[in-house]
């Protein structure tokens, strides 16, 4: 199978404590994002990358999140002194390279629990 | 006033009915329109996109588009139990691809 992996599926962690996670697109796909999303709610965008650009922020990314693409294939997304709020589903999506960017394909998720 | 809004539901159908899911959103500029299927405690799916005004089927699924009165609906013919899931209506309303989901409606078929 070659869709979007993500890693670890699940992480507990401590409020305090830094956290990251890794995603690791379709190979062909050269656009990437990070969406979160909580009990009740759909997936709300965090961050875009287009191979290794930081392309878009949502405003919900405080200081305490960033995310990187360094070499335009898998991305990380660190969240540093995680709080309790910050326990969701981590999803990272890819789309293709000459495609319709806004045609996106899911990971199955990261899901953090901030105790 | 939300950019994305669906009902929460759920909706329940019976088995073999025809399951009928609604979407309105607020950005009159809105381009592209999908629908994600999410089973509890897993990553949405996406199972059907659509750009212009009217219907597209795709096998038993068809989504329905109309810009005038800023709604989207997705249709299941024949539902089954493995339908039952939450359907994620989502909107790309231009600028770079971020793409807005509402809230899903949860769906229910009754064997």
């Known amino acids: 199978d070659t869709g979007v992996s993500q890693d670890p599926r699940h992480k507990i962690t401590k409020r305090g404590q830094n956290v990251t996670f890794r995603c690791d697109p379709i190979?062909?796909?050269?656009?990437l994002y990070w969406y979160r999303q909580t009990l009740g709610q759909g997936p709300e965008f965090l961050t875009y990358?287009?191979?290794?650009?930081?392309?878009?922020k949502s405003r919900l990314l405080s200081d305490r999140f960033s995310a990187e693409r360094p070499k335009g294939s898998f991305s990380t997304l660190e969240i540093q002194r995680t709080e309790q709020g910050d326990s969701a589903m981590y999803l990272c999506?890819?789309?293709?390279?000459?495609?319709?960017?806004?045609?996106?394909?899911f990971g199955p998720g990261t899901r953090l629990t901030v105790t | 006033q939300k950019e994305v809004e669906q009902n929460s539901g759920p909706l329940s159908v019976p088995e073999g009915a025809i399951a009928s899911l609604n979407c309105t959103y607020s950005?009159?500029?809105?381009?592209?329109f999908f629908w994600y299927r999410q089973y509890s405690g897993k990553s949405p799916e996406l199972i059907m996109f659509?750009?212009?005004?009217g219907d597209k089927e795709d096998g038993r699924f068809t989504a329905q588009l109309n810009k005038a009165s800023q709604y989207v609906s997705l249709l299941i013919r024949d539902s089954q139990p493995s339908d039952s899931a939450t359907y994620l209506c989502?909107?790309?309303?231009?600028?770079?691809?971020?793409?807005?989901f509402g809230t899903g409606t949860k769906l229910q078929v009754i064997p």
């Open positions: 990358f287009q191979n290794e650009a930081q392309l878009e």
């Open positions: 190979s062909e796909h050269n656009r």
């Open positions: 659509i750009y212009s005004n």
């Open positions: 950005d009159r500029g809105s381009q592209s």
């Open positions: 999506a890819s789309s293709p390279r000459g495609g319709r960017a806004d045609e996106q394909y």
């Open positions: 989502a909107v790309n309303s231009g600028g770079y691809q971020k793409v807005t």
